[in-house]
């Protein structure tokens, strides 16, 4: 059953559908938000707030678009949101963590995880649309037309926003 | 089993949002209908205040310039015209006439 019915059953009344729509889509949900912070038990919050929000939006589901497409813009909100929670409380937290940048091997498994979590916390600090593409196409290793889709901008607005973020991040190590 | 859990997490935050959307219509409704009924009994109450006071100025002027009536002064041709009233005038002269008719007659009479 394709996700046009269940989501069709669903506002029909049929609860179950709903459940089949997070069967579905779970994983996926949860890997982008882990790939983008790191931390099991936050990523499987911020996956179930997405299909929470999906619960109560799905009457505005106007079946243009994909699910997919949609839910991606839901998780995408929702990551943000959690970022500015996090960057307002970094605010009042005196004893923030410099995240130094480790000598990278790639060989080095240890090495490869700890880079990870710098780049992790500098992606963070990008401005809302740098960093939205980043987490699709680097977590998400999605193509640029898809990342246009999802944030309702041209793929060629894309590419140039993914470039400056690289800029960015880059520039942010060498300063580390 | 993970799904189960998952899910019923999903279940739990779902019912959570429902009862506090719940709770806050019901808190805007309650608020709203207090609002209205406070702002409804001001105006209810401003204008029987009104009305009451009008009501009650016009009883005061009222009082204020009522005034006795002072007594008439008669004179002594009101009290007879008066007492020729209550005695009914016309049967008055009427009797006189008759009396003086009959004195007339025995007159004539005696005459005769």
């Known amino acids: 059953m394709d996700d046009y019915t269940l989501i069709k059953r669903f506002l029909g009344g049929d609860k179950q559908a709903f459940d089949e729509i997070v069967i579905r889509h779970r994983d996926w949900v949860v890997g982008m938000a882990m790939g983008s912070l790191g931390d099991p038990q936050r ?3 911020i996956a179930q707030n997405v299909f929470v929000k999906m619960y109560f939006k799905l009457h505005q589901f106007r079946f243009e678009a994909g699910l997919k497409t949609w839910i991606y813009r839901i998780a995408m909100n929702e990551l943000n949101l959690y970022y500015r929670k996090e ?3 970094s605010w009042f ?3 923030e963590e410099e995240h130094l940048v480790p000598s990278y091997n790639p060989d080095d498994e240890s090495d490869v995880k700890k880079y990870g979590t710098v780049v992790r916390n500098l992606v963070k600090k990008l ?3 740098q960093r939205s593409i980043t987490v699709l196409r680097i977590y998400q290793e999605l193509p640029f037309k898809n990342i246009g889709e999802i944030l309702g901008i041209s793929e060629n607005s894309a590419k140039v ?3 400056k973020a690289k800029v960015n991040l880059k520039k942010w190590i060498k300063n580390k | 089993m993970m799904n189960d859990q ?4 999903v279940h739990n935050k779902i019912n959570k949002k429902q009862k506090l959307n719940y709770g806050l219509t019901f808190a805007f409704s309650f608020a709203l209908m207090f609002v209205m009924t406070f702002t409804s009994m001001k105006f209810i109450d401003k204008s029987k205040m009104e009305f009451s006071w009008k009501q009650f100025e016009e009883v005061e002027f009222a ?10 002064e008669i004179s002594q041709d009101d ?3 008066y007492l020729l009233e209550e005695l009914d005038l016309y049967n008055f002269i009427e009797e006189l006439a008759e009396e003086e008719q009959i004195v007339f007659i025995n007159k004539i009479k005696l005459e005769g």
């Open chain 2, 79 to 81: 009290i007879y015209y």
């Open chain 1, 127 to 129: 401005p809302k649309i």
């Open chain 1, 161 to 163: 926003s993914f470039y």
């Open chain 2, 6 to 9: 998952f899910l019923k997490n």
């Open chain 2, 63 to 72: 009082q204020d310039s009522f005034e006795w009536e002072k007594p008439i």
């Open chain 1, 43 to 45: 990523a499987e919050d």
């Open chain 1, 87 to 89: 960057k307002m409380i």
């Open chain 1, 93 to 95: 937290r005196e004893d």
